[in-house]
């Protein structure tokens, strides 16, 4: 509770790290993503598992729902691919082939028709409505662990393993100036509400604005 600052209930169910947590956009479940290789759909009120999906991935790092909850987008390692599954059921609709590499990030735009991935020094971009690769942003050249989309989705902010981040122009798929330059590993990185602040968080122990 964030007024209270306690801890009003734990959901037990993964046997690995738990590795990245999403809200459903209408609030009523949390997905969860686990290295131990499955993904969670929980209820939020009862706090009871709704949907465990065994991904295929060695890992999970990273699980998603589009934003009109119809979709979950999973990435990890091993099978190392993200894939697609329908929220419901869990059916899987595609994947999306990395060749051996890990997907350690995913964002969806806001209106949905794109999903972004991060891997090693690549961030690929796929058109929803057919899943074929349309875009691919090269520059870092280490893992890529976080991606961030400003309010506008028009500016994407992407952080990795080799000490920078990198901002880039999503109506033309080139960079934004030169790279941040940060004196350790970035792991993550977000927007102000307004998009014209980033903040990011570095292995250094600090974030910076």
Same mark, same amino acid.
């Given at each position: 509770?964030?007024?209270?600052?306690?801890?009003?209930?734990?959901?037990? !169910?993964?046997?690995?790290?738990? /590795?990245?947590?999403?809200? =459903?956009?209408? !609030?009523?479940?949390?997905? /969860? #993503?686990?290295?131990?290789?499955?993904?969670?759909?929980?209820?939020?009120?009862? @706090?009871?598992?709704?949907?465990?999906?065994?991904? !295929?991935?060695?890992?999970?790092?990273?699980?998603?729902?589009?934003?009109?909850n119809t979709q979950i987008a999973t990435g990890g390692f091993n099978q190392n691919a #993200?894939?697609?599954?329908?929220?419901?059921? @869990?059916?899987?609709? #595609?994947?999306?082939?990395?060749?051996?590499?890990?997907?350690c990030s995913l964002a969806w735009t806001s209106d949905g028709k794109k999903l972004i991935?991060? =891997?090693? !020094?690549?961030?690929?971009?796929?058109?929803?409505?057919?899943?074929?690769?349309?875009?691919?942003?090269?520059?870092?050249?280490?893992?890529?662990? #976080?991606?961030?989309? =400003?309010? /506008?989705?028009?500016?994407?902010? /992407?952080?990795?393993?080799?000490?920078?981040?990198?901002?880039?122009?999503?109506?033309?798929?080139?960079?934004?100036?030169?790279?941040?330059?940060?004196?350790?590993?970035?792991?993550?990185?977000?927007? =102000?509400?307004?998009?014209?602040?980033?903040?990011? @968080?570095?292995?250094?122990?600090?974030?910076?604005?």
């Open positions: 509770d964030i007024e209270t600052e306690k801890v009003v209930a734990r959901w037990t !169910g993964h046997i690995g790290t738990v /590795s990245s947590v999403c809200w =459903s956009a209408d !609030g009523n479940r949390v997905l /969860s #993503a686990s290295r131990d290789g499955t993904a969670r759909v929980w209820d939020v009120k009862s @706090g009871e598992t709704i949907m465990e999906i065994q991904t !295929g991935h060695e890992s999970v790092w990273v699980a998603i729902y589009s934003p009109n #993200a894939k697609i599954r329908d929220a419901k059921t @869990g059916k899987l609709l #595609a994947t999306l082939e990395y060749n051996n590499y890990i997907v991935s991060g =891997s090693f !020094g690549l961030i690929r971009l796929f058109d929803t409505a057919t899943w074929e690769q349309i875009a691919v942003l090269e520059g870092h050249i280490d893992f890529v662990n #976080a991606i961030a989309l =400003s309010c /506008s989705n028009r500016l994407l902010a /992407s952080a990795s393993d080799d000490k920078t981040v990198r901002l880039w122009n999503l109506d033309t798929n080139l960079p934004v100036g030169p790279s941040i330059q940060h004196d350790d590993m970035v792991q993550c990185a977000a927007f =102000s509400a307004d998009g014209k602040v980033l903040v990011t @968080g570095s292995n250094d122990t600090n974030a910076y604005t």
